[in-house]
């Protein structure tokens, strides 16, 4: 192995590890990217450039190599849908901190409250036989560049002979003033799913781990971990999102949906439930929260996945 300095988008300088080509977990940095290879296969890009708002994971595929989220508006596709173009790929984000919008924050947007969340720096970029790790620090800045808090996020990426798996740590941290996360509807760790993997217009069905099924049963409502599982060009296959039992208010509700946003959000309650107390997240200078939740891009339906079976193993993992 051997350590590269790169300089990255003249902001912070970052060393990426390269690994031998025997590796099965590839991580390699590329201009405002980290692109993830798994099993000879591309997965996916890391995009942390400044000319995002926020960063994220994009595309994500199958261990066959089919992709399931959107290309929308990373790329034009005809007869794909067209809305909300802050929802790309896998990432998170929140409306409100300090009544700062981080999650509705395309450049492009004319509201006066936007955030970005900005790259500080790239810790590790790590490939290896069986996983490969990428560690991230970043900035959430509001709209007059003042920093509200500092995120750490770590993603492990797994090398599995039929499953994608992809575990994401995130720990935000206070700067110098009390940080509150409002209890506000969009918010948390979430994927814009391919339309055709859609319950809206596709052939996806959600299931959640207590056995309800489809959006007006799941939204809003707590669960260990749900499932969108459906077909794409003939192939079953699904994408399952797991709340790790040591995140804060475990298990946290879903802001899941037909259109295509498969998210979870451990940030809201008055807002999915008008009986429930409000209930915003306050951290205070120099305190930290922490969050956990695990990806598994999976062939076959729900069932025959063996998805419960999965979550109480991570479930176990410290």
């Not at 977990?25 to 708002?53: H, M, Q, W």
């Not at 924050?105 to 790590?126: C, H, M, Q, S």
Request: aromatic residues 10%; hydrophobic residues 35%.
């Amino acid at each position: 192995m051997k350590n590269a300095l790169i300089g990255i988008c003249g902001v912070a300088a970052i060393f990426v590890t390269t690994i031998p080509a025997a590796g099965q977990v590839k991580l390699a940095r590329e201009t405002g990217k980290v692109s993830i290879e798994i099993g000879g296969k591309p997965f996916g890009d890391f995009y942390v450039s400044p000319d995002y708002a926020k960063p994220f994971l994009y595309p994500l595929r199958t261990a066959a190599g089919m992709e399931v989220t959107r290309k929308f508006p990373m790329a034009q596709v005809e007869g794909e849908s067209h809305d909300h173009p802050h929802q790309r790929g896998m990432f998170f984000a929140h409306e409100d901190v300090n009544g700062t919008d981080f999650w509705n924050n395309e450049f492009t947007y004319k509201t006066p409250n936007r955030g970005v969340i900005a790259l500080d720096r790239i810790e590790e970029a790590k490939g290896g036989r069986k996983a490969g790790t990428l560690r991230a620090r970043f900035d959430w800045k509001d709209q007059h560049g003042k920093k509200l808090m500092t995120e750490e996020r770590v993603m492990v990426f797994h090398d599995d002979p039929k499953n994608r798996i992809v575990d994401v740590d995130i720990t935000l941290t206070a700067a110098e003033e009390k940080v509150v996360l409002g209890d506000a509807k969009d918010g948390g760790f979430g994927i814009r799913i391919a339309d055709r993997l859609t319950e809206e217009k596709g052939t996806g069905k959600m299931t959640d781990a207590d056995g309800r099924t489809g959006e007006k049963a799941i939204w809003g409502k707590r669960s260990n971990w749900v499932d969108y599982a459906g077909e794409l060009e003939g192939e079953k296959l699904g994408i399952a999102i797991f709340d790790h039992p040591s995140n804060p208010r475990h298990p946290n509700r879903w802001h899941a949906r037909g259109y295509g946003l498969f998210a979870i959000n451990p940030f809201g309650n008055h807002v999915f439930d008008k009986a429930a107390a409000v209930e915003p997240m306050t951290i205070e200078p120099g305190q930290s929260v922490r969050y956990r939740w695990r990806v598994v891009i999976h062939p076959g339906d729900t069932a025959s996945a063996g998805i419960a079976g999965l979550w109480e193993e991570y479930s176990k993992t410290k």
